[in-house]
């Protein structure tokens, strides 16, 4: 689909908007405005805000009058815009014409400008969000606002990345290297994750940083042998203060990773919560998305993790999977539930661009994005009815059926750090390869990022060029205390 641009600079939200409702095309946008030629999508700040579509037998177009705000023009575009999608497609958006990551923590932010009323009534009125999902971002916000008063100007939080897996799935695009390939590289990469800890916990300190919560992530941890995830974690337990640390999780991930050994070494180093992940309880879905476990060796490692001590464990799902259905995954949620877990996240698939299932030739269309709906409700239905609560939502781009991934929980044993990321609450401190630094400002909303090396051959190569990037926390906190001391 070409989009055509006059006399405005809001390309990147037409552009955003038409994925949605052109999920399979390449859109190309032009800024300077040629002889436009069908199909098209033509976008023009003139005396009026003009938007027209033309593609195969449609063609409408819609007007409205200029205000002397960009930000009001800039709305009223993708308004247009959006309805004439909507006229042309016959499919109403579920989160309308919103296409960021984070729509609660932009309800939070109308809330505190306009009040509760008048910022739900916007999300309605303005963003054509339905009332589903209105209300699910209410919930969602209420119950994450108690975790985010937690956090202090001081605090943070810390990531740790290991980027190894048994295999990629389908449907992945995180930087991150099978075991077969990069066996080589765990030894070498842990000797380096255990001094880059050792340096960040030592900056954390000078600072007088507060440590609310840790997070492992991946790739998948459990990877790492039970030596090595002991030497891991005991790096964080020796060279951090933790006497504040709310939060300790491990994501032990992928089931046929996970063994007694791992488990007790995991919770002999102060991990109070974990992840096992199964996505689907279908062992058809899971072979077709390259998963290598079955569903019965996530109900045994699951067993396990209890039987080990773990009362607070979070079962990933994804609805929308390919081969999936309503009644299995039905199944899937049902029987994660049944378990007792803690938390269960429901995930909707995402086709991202890098991921075998969209290299392969994989498309978004109809009848599978009203199937993932159908999911979706049904988590939403049977959670609630069950005690779960929504602690946090997020999006991504490509989701099929333009849906969301929400955190469901029973009460009190919600992930903390999850919130913090989603909300952008703190500072997070990463560690490990792929790892982002994000440096927060603890009296506005600026963050300034420091990246680690996405590969775990960059990060061996360039390890002293990485410890050398640490300095940047340092100058942060510093330029904060200069500009608040008025010197």
Not at 18 to 28: A, D, G, S, W
Not at 38 to 46: S, V, W
Request: charged share 20%; glycine share 6%; proline share 4%.
């Amino acid at each position: 689909m070409n989009v055509y641009i006059k006399n405005h600079t809001f390309w990147f939200e037409v552009e955003n908007l038409t994925r949605l409702f052109f999920p399979n095309e390449k859109i190309t946008v032009y800024k300077a405005f040629s002889e436009v030629s069908a199909p098209y999508i033509y976008t023009e700040l003139g005396a009026n805000v003009t938007v027209r579509v033309k593609t195969g037998a449609f063609a409408a177009e819609r007007h409205a009058p200029r205000t002397e705000k960009d930000a009001d023009n800039e709305l009223t575009t993708v308004q247009l815009l959006y309805q004439l999608l909507v006229q042309l497609s016959g499919i109403q958006q579920p989160w309308g014409l919103l296409t960021g990551v984070r729509p609660i923590k932009l309800l939070r932010k109308l809330t505190r400008e306009q009040g509760e009323e008048a910022a739900l009534r916007r999300f309605a009125e303005a963003y054509y969000v339905s009332p589903e999902k209105t209300a699910l971002a209410r919930q969602t916000e209420a119950h994450e606002q108690r975790i985010i008063s937690l956090s202090r100007p001081d605090s943070f939080s810390l990531y740790v990345g290991i980027p190894f897996c048994p295999s990629r799935c389908s449907y992945c695009s995180f930087v991150m290297a099978s075991v077969e390939r990069a066996k080589k590289l765990i030894a070498p990469y842990v000797g380096k994750l255990c001094e880059e800890l050792k340096a960040t916990a030592q900056i954390a300190s000078e600072l007088g940083l507060r440590l609310e919560s840790v997070y492992f992530g991946g790739g998948t941890p459990t990877t790492l042998s039970a030596e090595q995830l002991d030497a891991v974690l005991g790096t964080v337990n020796r060279c951090f203060n933790l006497s504040h640390c709310r939060e300790f999780t491990v994501e032990a991930g992928r089931p046929d990773t996970i063994t007694k050994e791992k488990l007790n070494a995991i919770k002999e180093n102060n991990v109070n919560r974990i992840s096992i992940n199964p996505q689907t309880l279908s062992d058809e879905v899971l072979h077709r998305i390259g998963r290598k476990h079955t569903a019965a060796q996530f109900l045994e490692a699951f067993a396990l993790s209890r039987a080990c001590g773990f009362t607070n464990i979070n079962t990933d799902l994804i609805a929308g999977l390919p081969g999936d259905t309503l009644q299995s995954f039905r199944h899937s949620l049902d029987t994660v539930r049944g378990l007792g877990a803690e938390c269960i996240t429901v995930h909707t698939l995402c086709m991202k661009r890098a991921a075998h299932l969209t290299t392969e030739g994989k498309t978004l269309n109809r009848e599978e994005a009203l199937t993932a709906r159908a999911m979706l409700d049904y988590a939403q239905q049977t959670l609630t009815a069950h005690r779960y609560l929504p602690y946090y939502l997020y999006r991504q781009t490509r989701m099929v059926g333009n849906l969301e991934n929400v955190g469901w929980s029973l009460p009190g044993s919600e992930s903390l750090y999850n919130v913090y990321v989603m909300d952008e609450t703190h500072t997070i401190l990463a560690c490990g390869c792929g790892g982002v630094t994000k440096l927060k400002h603890p009296h506005s909303d600026f963050l300034e990022r420091v990246f680690n090396f996405k590969y775990p051959y960059e990060y061996l190569d360039r390890f002293d060029e990485l410890l050398n990037r640490k300095a940047q926390i340092a100058r942060f906190y510093g330029q904060i205390a200069v500009d608040y001391s008025g010197k």
